[in-house]
């Protein structure tokens, strides 16, 4: 199971052990990515405990030498408080740990959670990244390639190295111990920076010279540890000679430069070598959450990209590096790409497309009262841009729209051309952007699917070149994108069939849940052993209220009503929408049998957005029960961590800044969208100030462990 710790982390099934690893490492790495790092500190460390405390696990967070900063105090034992620099470039990794090592004794001393840290120092290996910029794997490739080892400052600073075995021999005789430390996993072997070139050239048969560069700020000036405590509590020390060590990682770096020159021989044997990324001007018409993210993305990565919208204040809002609504680390991408100057948005068809060889189509296609997408506004755009266009523009339509609508947008912009002799293309590429985690999903997306004829295909598929290569700067090695190409009918089926299939499996699983909970069974049980059988998978057979958002639905009534134009009737597709309705209403009727009437009572709901990690609101299911306990005579109160306006007919329902506040002598609570901070509600201090005690869990997300002994009723979906 591949998952983003900054997200919260559901883990089906018992757990014995949770070691925290996640974090980029490397001075390269967390200089670029910072804010990412300082969330793998925190929010992970939060997630990441909060599942050890769920399961009963033994936890074990990886902690660095760096919470020491530049040591005043050598060699450096556990009890030394540090020397850090608490804003300068290497902040966001020192800071970070640092706080994790807090959270986690916070987690230790007030939830009892069996935890340990470990002091990481600088550790060394073979599958080292040759340019992660740590001063090992940048020496190796320096020998190697004959070129100038670069020694910062005047080589005299210390390190002491540890070789990954050793690391990881450490790693688990602390997590199979009792220990909870922090205890300095490392090698007291300490040598000058410059002593290391010199060794290192020496192992590689290297003449390379040192040359001495700039030393970066707030860079240690000594590092080695006092491993006293892990050898008398672990009988731990390092075993591997470091000379043994190097020559080790020497001879990988050395082999995987030889396999990597075959495998280039071997491209340009059979006429595959790889082609230089080449940047084009891209113009995005739409920028709502597909439009805006797309423009973004594809500045990003290297193009000239200008978004366009007619509503001007969204325009002002995105070009001074505001979002328009809520999209975890979009604004800080927005406004580090606006700086390029590579991005601008506008509300000017002539200037959008002045230079446009790619023009994106991201309006929306609401759907009608048929449930048949309404092409209006798509109509409006491609009717818009058709005096501008220039020759031979490609129109990429990521809009979701119904199958056979690019031969109708062909025809649409032909007929806006009048007269006008001008070639262009059409080509599909549905958008799989999930609400949350948009910008994860685009840069490294399972598949890219692209419909049209081959040629058009292969011009947008070079667009995307950074993102199949993984060649950007924040491209992750293991990670290949899928290119698919269809024809432009299947492209625009693949995103209708691939939303329907997810509603199906989510009401699949609401189904099963229905029957274990007439037959005594628990889904809880149940589902995690249908997901464990590979044919199945885990996602989405989560049971609960049911899925809400602007795709599911409109997807499936797209598929069902396009079907019915044909003649056919899809009754699965049917099935996977009555059984959705039909689990808003069963969290109704389980506040009927728990407290028998609805009316006079007040009732509070946790989570408002149709998911966590967005604050859209479209076919919310929580606004669906709000509607319905309204409708009832209940008093409704309410706390979503985004959301602060209602739309007017939820007038009557009470915005609140906290979830105590809105179970506020409440009758019964509904937790209804599966925020991860939820799962840390403390169950006594929520039954202090309900009148009633029934939690109705709708997401099946909160450790019922924590409510034993509380004085709630938990109650949830299929057990």
């Known amino acids: 199971m591949k998952v983003d710790v900054s997200d919260y982390i559901s883990i089906p099934g018992p757990v014995d052990y949770v070691l925290h690893f996640a974090s980029p490492a490397s001075p390269v790495d967390y200089a670029q990515l910072p804010i990412e790092t300082m969330k793998a500190g925190s929010l992970g460390t939060l997630h990441t405990l909060g599942l050890a405390k769920e399961k009963g696990a033994r936890y074990l967070l990886a902690s660095t030498s760096e919470t020491y900063g530049d040591p005043l105090v050598h060699p450096q034992?556990?009890?030394?408080?540090?020397?850090?620099?608490?804003?300068?470039?290497?902040?966001?990794?020192?800071?970070?740990?640092?706080?994790?090592?807090?959270?986690?004794?916070?987690?230790?001393?007030?939830?009892?959670?069996?935890?340990?840290?470990?002091?990481?120092?600088?550790?060394?290996g073979p599958r080292m990244r040759p340019n992660d910029g740590r001063a090992i794997p940048t020496f190796i490739t320096q020998a190697l390639a004959g070129m100038p080892l670069t020694v910062h400052g005047d080589g005299n600073q210390t390190r002491s190295v540890c070789?990954?075995?050793?690391?990881?021999?450490?790693?688990?005789?602390?997590?199979?111990?009792?220990?909870?430390?922090?205890?300095?996993?490392?090698?007291?072997?300490?040598?000058?920076?410059?002593?290391?070139?010199?060794?290192?050239?020496?192992?590689?048969?290297?003449?390379?010279?040192?040359?001495?560069?700039?030393?970066?700020?707030?860079?240690?000036?000594?590092?080695?540890?006092?491993?006293?405590?892990?050898?008398?509590?672990?009988?731990?020390?390092?075993?591997?000679?470091v000379r043994e060590g190097l020559l080790e990682t020497i001879a990988w770096f050395r082999d995987v430069d030889t396999e990597k020159s075959r495998s280039d021989v071997g491209l340009l044997r059979i006429g595959q070598q790889r082609r230089a990324f080449s940047r084009r001007s891209v113009a995005v018409i739409g920028t709502g959450y597909v439009g805006a993210v797309t423009s973004t993305c594809l500045a990003s990565l290297g193009h000239t990209v200008c978004g366009l919208d007619t509503d001007l204040a969204r325009v002002g809002q995105l070009n001074n590096g505001q979002t328009p609504f809520h999209e975890p680390n979009l604004p800080e991408l927005l406004q580090s790409t606006l700086s390029t100057g590579r991005l601008r948005f506008t509300d000017s068809y002539a200037e959008a497309l002045s230079d446009a060889e790619f023009v994106f189509l991201c309006?929306?296609?609401?759907?009608?009262?048929?449930?048949?997408?309404?092409?209006?506004?798509?109509?409006?755009?491609?009717?818009?841009?058709?005096?501008?266009?220039?020759?031979?523009?490609?129109?990429?339509?990521?809009?979701?729209?119904?199958?056979?609508?690019g031969n109708w947008t062909r025809t649409i912009l032909e007929d806006a051309l009048n007269d006008r002799d001008l070639s262009f293309h059409v080509v599909s590429n549905p958008e799989f952007l999930r609400e949350g985690c948009a910008i994860e999903d685009f840069l490294y997306p399972d598949r890219i699917v692209l419909g049209g004829a081959q040629p058009d295909v292969n011009r947008v598929a070079e667009l995307y070149r950074p993102v199949l290569d993984q060649s950007f700067d924040r491209g992750r090695q293991g990670i290949t994108p899928l290119l698919i190409t269809t024809e432009l009918a299947s492209a625009e089926m693949i995103k209708y069939a691939a939303n329907a299939f997810l509603a199906t499996k989510i009401s699949f699983a609401n189904e099963m849940a229905q029957l274990c909970e007439l037959f005594g069974a628990d889904a809880r049980e149940v589902l995690p052993a249908i997901g464990a059988d590979h044919r199945v998978g885990a996602a989405f057979l989560n049971p609960g209220v049911g899925w809400g958002g602007s795709c599911f639905g409109k997807d499936v009534a797209a598929l069902i009503s396009t079907g019915q134009e044909y003649g056919y009737t899809s009754s699965m597709l049917q099935s996977t929408v009555e059984i959705n309705k039909l689990q808003r209403a069963s969290a109704i009727r389980k506040l009927q049998r728990e407290l028998h009437i609805l009316k006079g009572r007040r009732i509070a709901l946790f989570g408002l957005t149709f998911k966590p990690g967005t604050d859209d609101l479209r076919d919310a299911p929580a606004l669906d029960i709000a509607r319905r306990l309204l409708a009832a005579g209940a008093a409704v109160s309410a706390f979503d961590p985004v959301v602060k306006v209602l739309p007017d007919?939820?007038?009557?329902?009470?915005?609140?800044?906290?979830?105590?506040?809105?179970?506020?002598?409440?009758?019964?609570?509904?937790?209804?969208?599966?925020?991860?901070?939820?799962?840390?509600?403390?169950?006594t201090g929520l039954r202090r100030v309900m009148r009633g005690n029934l939690v109705l869990d709708g997401r099946n997300c909160l450790p019922e462990a924590d409510f034993v002994g509380s004085g709630l009723r938990l109650v949830g979906f299929g057990w």
Not at 177 to 191: F, K, Q, R
Not at 364 to 390: C, F, K, N
Not at 674 to 679: S, T, V
């Open 163 to 241: 070789h990954v075995d050793d690391l990881v021999e450490g790693a688990l005789r602390l997590l199979f111990s009792g220990l909870a430390g922090p205890v300095n996993i490392g090698n007291p072997h300490e040598m000058t920076v410059l002593e290391l070139a010199n060794l290192i050239r020496e192992l590689a048969g290297s003449e390379a010279p040192v040359e001495f560069v700039d030393r970066p700020q707030d860079d240690p000036s000594q590092r080695r540890p006092d491993i006293t405590l892990a050898r008398n509590e672990l009988h731990w020390e390092p075993k591997r000679d």
């Open 649 to 683: 007919e939820y007038a009557g329902v009470r915005l609140t800044p906290d979830v105590y506040d809105a179970a506020d002598r409440a009758d019964a609570v509904v937790v209804v969208t599966e925020w991860p901070e939820f799962r840390d509600i403390d169950p």
């Open 363 to 405: 309006v929306g296609t609401p759907p009608g009262q048929d449930g048949s997408p309404d092409l209006t506004q798509l109509e409006s755009a491609i009717q818009a841009l058709a005096p501008y266009l220039r020759a031979d523009a490609v129109i990429v339509n990521k809009s979701t729209v119904p199958v056979g609508s």
């Open 77 to 124: 034992p556990e009890s030394y408080w540090g020397n850090v620099n608490p804003v300068g470039p290497r902040a966001c990794y020192d800071e970070a740990k640092r706080f994790a090592e807090a959270l986690t004794s916070s987690y230790r001393q007030k939830h009892g959670v069996d935890t340990a840290i470990m002091r990481i120092f600088n550790t060394y």
